[in-house]
């Protein structure tokens, strides 16, 4: 039986929990972004203000 020397693993090798880790980490972030932000609620906000200007800015155009 032959015994070999393996070499411990380096705090940056990728392996699998940890790219998992990395994984969920990024969701996260991107969760608490979007809580900062305002959610859903704000973006259906913006969409509605973005509707209305472009409506009046069409009803102008047309008017001239």
């Known amino acids: 039986m032959v015994m070999t020397d393996q070499k411990p693993l380096s705090p940056f090798t990728l392996t699998r929990p940890r790219i998992m880790l990395l994984v969920l980490g990024a969701l996260a972030l991107t969760f608490i ?7 859903v609620a704000n973006y259906d906000a913006l969409k509605q203000s973005r509707d209305d200007a472009l409506s009046s800015t069409a009803a102008t155009s047309s008017a001239q």
């Open 33 to 39: 972004i979007g809580g900062i932000m305002g959610g």
